[in-house]
């Protein structure tokens, strides 16, 4: 045990920590991230709340990562100007209402570009280009990018001719009219929410973390965004054919239809993402180079 204390303090000498200004900055981020994370429980999702999670995580590994090569300079008006952020988006934060959600994005934007104004001033700021873009991208709602899509892409009417496609294939007599797909024992009607549409939206949120934190070849980065739509997709039309074979089978098809068959495909999703991100982060980028 005691042997244990004597490295741990070797690792971390405290004496000198006391001293270091760039301790107290990270200290102030953890903080900081730590009663985003709290707020955000309480007027979000679930689902935002996870993206939250992760999302501040990336920041702090990012910063963590690069903290012997960010320059800390700033001036006494930026220093300023910084705490009058922090301390306005964090008092603001404290008294928040449920029917001010987009405050809290707005808040932590404003807290974040608060911090790096006191740690390294204006012309510091390019250092945090990517954590910026990261919390930039919790100011965007799932909500947004879920409406903003479908003013573009019938979502609806994508899925309904790929899952009848599928079913066709594998040999069901099945037919399609617009959004309903038609079989000998019922029908069903794809909506926007039966899609994978949000799981979709979800893992592209979290294939751009991985891109900012881990993956550096513009392959892997290409490959891994692409995926995250494709997998949200495919899972929404395996879902949509599941409950069109069940749809005469009431309990079967409000199972599948309900919260907790939704639940199983977004997990299943998460996990093939998951997979995939690790192959793609621990698989060497491909030499480019001529022989």
């Excluded at 107290?24 to 429980?41: D, H, K, P, Q």
């Excluded at 705490?83 to 306005?88: G, K, S, T």
């Excluded at 980065?221 to 997709?233: H, T, Y």
């Excluded at 919260?259 to 690790?278: D, E, Y």
Aim: include cysteine; hydrophobic fraction near 55%; aromatic fraction near 14%.
């Amino acid at each position: 045990m005691n042997t244990f204390v004597k490295d741990l303090v070797k690792d971390f000498p405290v004496d000198k920590l006391i001293y270091d200004s760039r301790a107290y900055l990270f200290a102030i981020a953890f903080l900081l991230s730590l009663a985003r994370i709290i707020v955000a429980g309480r007027i979000l999702t679930d689902e935002d709340v996870f993206i939250e999670m992760l999302s501040l995580g990336s920041i702090l590994f990012l910063l963590w990562q690069k903290r012997n090569s960010l320059k800390f300079d700033s001036s006494l008006f930026a220093s300023g100007l910084g705490v009058f952020l922090i301390f306005l988006m964090v008092f603001k934060g404290l008294s928040i209402f449920w029917f001010e959600a987009y405050l809290i994005r707005i808040a932590t934007l404003g807290a974040a570009i608060g911090l790096c104004l006191i740690a390294s001033g204006f012309k510091g700021l390019r250092q945090y280009g990517a954590e910026l873009v990261i919390v930039l991208l919790l100011c965007v709602p799932t909500a947004t990018i879920f409406a903003r899509v479908l003013q573009y892409v019938d979502v609806s009417m994508l899925t309904a001719k790929v899952s009848n496609l599928i079913l066709w294939y594998l040999g069901f007599q099945t037919s399609r009219q617009g959004v309903n797909i038609y079989l000998p024992n019922g029908g069903v009607e794809v909506i926007v929410f039966c899609t994978g549409l949000s799981s979709s939206i979800v893992m592209v949120r979290l294939s751009i973390l991985c891109m900012a934190v881990f993956l550096k070849s513009w392959w892997s980065r290409i490959l891994i965004g692409v995926s995250a739509v494709f997998i949200g997709f495919f899972l929404g039309c395996v879902r949509v054919v599941l409950m069109a074979l069940v749809v005469s089978d009431k309990p079967a098809f409000d199972f599948w239809h309900g919260s907790s068959g939704n639940q199983i495909f977004s997990t299943l999703g998460i996990l093939a993402f998951g997979v995939l991100a690790n192959y793609l982060i621990n698989k060497p980028a491909p030499n480019l180079e001529e022989s």
